[in-house]
């Protein structure tokens, strides 16, 4: 089976994370996070993979390759300009029309079955399956809204009450993942910008195709800030019996005192110095004496001249570092 991982986006919410590479890029615990992603697509059967690029496409060749040490063939195709989540398909329909195949955000880490969402997509005679989960704490992200296990529509974010036995206490979320058949092509305008949800599904529902909800359990995380970034990355880690991720050729001085922490290629922490709920970046240097806490940090010399992305966190030059602050903390 295909599959496609969308990967493109600006990530400007990651950033300055994301100023020397592209988001599929940016290592998690060990591997680039989309090389995380393609083998948990080879583990259901999904050997031949897209990727769409857009910000440093090099970044994210160097990074995975031809994708066999992900246990997957990967393919690459390029957006000049961002296309959006429909376009991405349209520009990768010659790679993905001869069957049924999987389409999966670039930011998640998840243990979703896959499988089972197979199961309801051919059962239900389904052109398109989207995994949702239920949005028990009412996080920001769209609401779904589904009858009789159809989906009718999208709405904006829960509101934040909670009222116990309202209609809307439990609301459905959109993960990322969805199967879909080639047939959702018709649907997707050609060589423009769009996106499946606000563009592809409603034009499918409204023709009377069967777009499916599945409603998946187990653990899912979505990558698109660095505090979450930063707390997917420890929940694992802990999970693991660990606290402290190092890159390839990071070290760490006897005498430092580094707690929940993830740090990228070549970090120097001299003895001494302090870091606790931190990323990171690469080549980071931090000297005896110095405190970093609740901060991502890369190289002053990567923000330099750089202008700060729209929606991307406020950060500042503190000698050779370029420091953004987290908003949330997290428990050592």
């Known amino acids: ?111 979703i079955d896959l499988s089972e969402a197979l199961r309801t997509h051919r059962e239900r005679e ?10 028990a704490t009412r996080e920001r992200f769209s ?17 934040s009450d909670n009222v116990e036995g309202s209609a809307i206490a439990d609301p459905l979320m959109f993960t990322g993942i969805q199967i879909l058949e080639p047939r959702i092509f018709s649907y997707i305008p050609r060589g423009v910008f769009s996106h499946t949800t606000t563009d592809v599904y409603p034009s499918a529902i409204a023709a009377g195709e069967r777009v499916v909800a599945h409603i998946a359990g187990g653990m899912w995380h979505e990558l698109s800030t660095i505090e979450r970034y930063l707390q997917t990355s420890l929940t694992v880690m802990r999970q693991e019996g660990r606290d402290v991720e190092r890159g390839g050729g990071s070290r760490v001085e006897a005498g430092a005192d580094v707690r929940a922490a993830v740090l990228w290629e070549r970090v120097l922490i001299e003895a001494g110095a302090q870091v606790r709920r931190a990323v990171l970046g690469a080549g980071v240097r931090v000297r005896a004496g110095e405190r970093l806490t609740d901060v991502a940090v890369v190289r002053a010399d990567l923000a330099q ?17 370029f420091v953004v602050p987290l908003t949330e903390c997290y428990n050592p």
């Open 1 to 111: 089976m295909r599959a496609m991982i969308l990967a493109a986006g600006l990530s400007t919410r990651l950033w300055p994370l994301t100023i020397d590479r592209a988001k599929p890029a940016i290592p998690f615990l060990g591997r680039p996070l989309v090389g995380y992603v393609a083998e948990y697509l080879a583990r259901y059967g999904c050997r031949e993979v897209v990727v769409n690029l857009h910000h440093r496409p090099e970044s994210v060749r160097a990074a995975l390759g031809d994708g066999s040490r992900f246990g997957v063939r990967l393919q690459y195709t390029e957006e000049p300009e961002i296309l959006g989540t429909g376009g991405a398909l349209d520009n990768a329909r010659a790679l993905l029309d001869d069957g049924t195949f999987i389409v999966i955000n670039g930011k998640i880490i998840t243990d």
């Open 305 to 321: 001249g750089i202008s700060r992305p729209t929606k991307a966190p406020a950060g500042e030059v503190r000698g050779d570092h």
């Open 126 to 135: 389904a052109l398109a399956t989207l995994i949702l989960r239920r949005n």
């Open 143 to 159: 609401t779904v809204r589904v009858r009789d296990g159809l989906i009718e529509g999208f709405g904006g974010p829960p509101a």
